[in-house]
């Protein structure tokens, strides 16, 4: 395999050349590529020396301007004859930069041409990695399908104590070369994700805090393990994940109408969707006047789309979430028997930092087996990973009885 080892500037790089040599001594080929700051923490002879081959150290690194014209297209060489790109250590700067698309050095802009695998493994102080705008970097990459290698707790060279530190090398060299994993390939999984709006007059209308984040995690982690992903989702203000099929929907109505319309092409269903229970009896045509000292509405129950689904599901794998504030296992069972589930994932909502709108989440899976597994906290996509993983041991599980 032709992998591309990416090193930028952290206390780590030093660990990046243990890297490139447990590559080599795999019978890889590796072609190093080293950012400015890099260059302070390690010389490129070390690499140069390991792997072979000359270390690209700079976009325009030659004299005369034939060279120049040469280097200045070497990045798109390299691109091309790459099968993986790894990225150890990967600073919080060129996650910002891969995110968002900067191309001012070689790396950065090797990556824009790169078509294959991207494996980074980020290292950085703790504040930097649980800083928002990491968060949200990781969570565009993720949603590219890169694999992330999380790095390790532990004591960082600041001085701090916590998440920050490389992983471990020959952790991030069987994800290079492990195969992406496909398991889904097979399937077409129908996921809906964010709230519901129901209007109560032009300009009004009850809805709830759910941002769409669990459900697009869901979506990406099926994309990038293979599926053909059917995204139903109410309205919110995030990216589709890559190959997704997005369907917009404003109401629970329209939702359950898009859920049925979909549901024959399906082969396992994830309910995230934070779906009102109630609707306006009676919606106004015109905006409602301010009258009253106390203005009551009258509302009707929404159309139970889970439920629904329950009746319909045959041979489906059916799972549902549950929104609880107390008693998760007992509430996650009770759902799932009374709409005929296979799988209820109960997050607890009300808190900071799980279920509604925050980055990560926690959840207990109550299976139809009888089974309870806890998934601790986490980023929603690794929450939505192992829901998928817990999904198909479920299925095999349920065939073997049948
Ligand atoms: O979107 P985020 O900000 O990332 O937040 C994620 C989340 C907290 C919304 C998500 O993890 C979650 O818990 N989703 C389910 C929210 C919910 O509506 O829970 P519930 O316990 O009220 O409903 C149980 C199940 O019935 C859910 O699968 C729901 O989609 C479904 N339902 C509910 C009402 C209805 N009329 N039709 C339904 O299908």
Redesign the pocket.
Known sequence: MNIILGVSGGIAAYKSAELARAFMERGHAVQVVMTAAAEEFIQPLTFAALTGRKVITSLFGSRTSEEVLSSSVEHVRVAQEGDVLVVAPATANVLAKFAHGLADDFLSTLYLAFEGRVVLAPAMNTNMWRHAATIRNLEALRARGHTIIEPEEGMLACGTIGPGRLADVEKICDAALTAPLRDLEAETILI????TQEPLDPVRYIS??????????LAAAAVARGARVILISGP?HLDTPRGAELVRVRT?VE??DAVMKHLAESTIIV???????YHAANVSGQKLKKKAERLSLELD?????????GQKKGGRLLI?????TQRLLE?ARR?LKS?NCDM????L?GQDNT????DE?E?VLALSTGEAINIPRGS?RAVAERIFDEALRLRLALHAVR
């Open positions: 809906t994700a964010g709230p709830n805090r759910s941002s769409g984040k669990m459900g697009f995690a919110v629970a939702m359950r309910k995230s969707a934070a779906v009102a229970d129950p929404t159309p139970d789309i889970l439920a629904e689904l549902g979430f549950a929104a609880e509430e759902k709409k209820i994932a109960a997050n909502v279920g509604f709108e925050s989440n959840v929603k």
